[in-house]
């Protein structure tokens, strides 16, 4: 397995081996000013991959001569790769750190720009283990490699099904829909075009709490909004129903966003989302997105249109919480990191409109934005 030499900027107290997180899974050894990350291993709930990736490990941990004093892991406590910290720490007398999935990802991404101070830290994916018990992927920190503060997250929503839901994203688009809706008004046929055989099925897991655990996650709402419209109910891989919901506008020969794109009026109306305080945090409504996604459909608006335009909320709502972010907490700096970063409309978006707010932007440039740069991140904060 090969790995990448990767120089801090600030020192590790005490040497770290890093798990990762259960797909795309890597590792990262970190000591003094400099971590060494290696390349995806795969899924490990695979026995082979799991296999190689233990092997992988004792391999470089005896070319580097490392002897690591502290394990870090997802909090997760049903991956593979914790499990496999906690045999490690009761073995051979290790300190264990669970770290929080996508604080990791923030942290990976100060690490990779070499980024010294706070930062305001965007982490958008599909799936993480939060630690509230819910599952997150829709938030933004404030703080620095010393600690990472939760401050804004998208408002949670149910996956009926639990991870049926990432494979069948229909169910994320009648979740919305339920949500938002009601059901004294919930009526997805007239609304939308779409046909629920399940529906009544999917009503009461909601209704009463079954298998239907709460996400904040971005990539989630990429598959219902992808779904909603017709374009992907059914995943064949990690993420279809999102890159397809891109590459719609690509298909219909339309050109990418830019700073001055997203604010010319050209598309007509907007999508938007609702910010509410709660106890000082702030809970991102994706209602009126929604809303105004069943308008459109039933006005007839296309698919590449309907992309374009949540794309663009997407884009609009991160600007605006950075905005209130750097008010409250005075910081210019924003690091984003998730899976959902690799989506090249919203990255080549939001990029160049931050900077006309004066914001100071940081994305992934040696590692990638996906769970196999977690690792980097969670030495990095199991070892400060």
């Not at 829709?138 to 949670?156: N, P």
């Amino acid at each position: 397995m090969q790995y990448k030499k990767i120089i801090l900027p600030f020192r590790i107290k005490s040497c770290v081996l890093a798990l990762g997180a259960q797909s795309k899974a890597g590792f990262c050894f970190a000591g003094g000013g400099v971590a060494y990350l290696s390349d995806s291993a795969g899924e490990l709930s695979d026995l082979g991959n799991f296999k190689k990736f233990k092997k992988s490990i004792k391999e470089l941990q005896k070319k580097l001569k490392i002897n690591p004093k502290i394990i870090a892991c997802d909090l997760h406590p049903e991956y593979i790769a914790t499990k496999y910290a906690n045999e490690r720490v009761n073995s051979e007398g290790l300190r264990v750190k669970a770290v929080q999935h996508h604080e990791a990802h923030v942290a990976s991404c100060i690490a990779d720009n070499n980024i010294k101070g706070k930062v305001i830290g965007i982490a958008f994916d599909g799936t993480g283990f939060g630690s509230d018990g819910n599952i997150w992927g829709g938030e933004f920190f404030a703080g620095g490699i010393k600690g990472l503060k939760r401050v804004a997250h998208l408002k949670y929503v149910p996956m009926p099904g639990g991870e049926a839901s990432i494979k069948e994203p229909w169910r994320m688009a009648f979740s919305y829909l339920y949500s938002t809706y009601g059901k004294n008004r919930f009526a997805p046929p007239a609304m939308t075009g779409r046909k629920w055989p399940r529906s009544d099925i999917l009503r009461q897991m909601i209704d009463k709490k079954i298998n239907s655990p709460l996400t904040s996650s971005v990539g989630r709402l990429f598959d219902g909004i992808s779904s909603l419209i017709g374009v992907c109910d059914f995943a064949k891989y990690e993420g279809e129903a999102a890159i397809r919901l891109e590459k719609i506008i690509l298909a219909q020969g339309r050109r990418s966003f830019s700073s001055a794109s997203l604010g010319t009026g050209k598309l007509q109306g907007k999508y938007k989302f609702k910010y509410v305080n709660e106890r000082g945090m702030i809970i991102i409504d994706w209602g009126p997105v929604v809303k105004g996604v069943v308008k459109d459909l039933k006005l007839g608006v296309k698919n590449p249109e309907i992309s374009i335009k949540f794309h663009k909320a997407v884009c609009e709502m991160i600007k605006e919480i950075c905005i209130i972010l750097r008010n409250k907490y005075r910081i210019k700096k924003v690091c984003m990191s998730g899976g959902v970063f690799q989506n090249n409309y919203l990255k080549n978006s939001i990029e160049p409109l931050l900077k006309k707010e004066g914001f100071e932007v940081f994305l992934h440039k040696n590692v990638t934005a996906h769970d196999g740069s977690i690792s980097l991140g969670q030495a990095v904060l199991a070892g400060i």
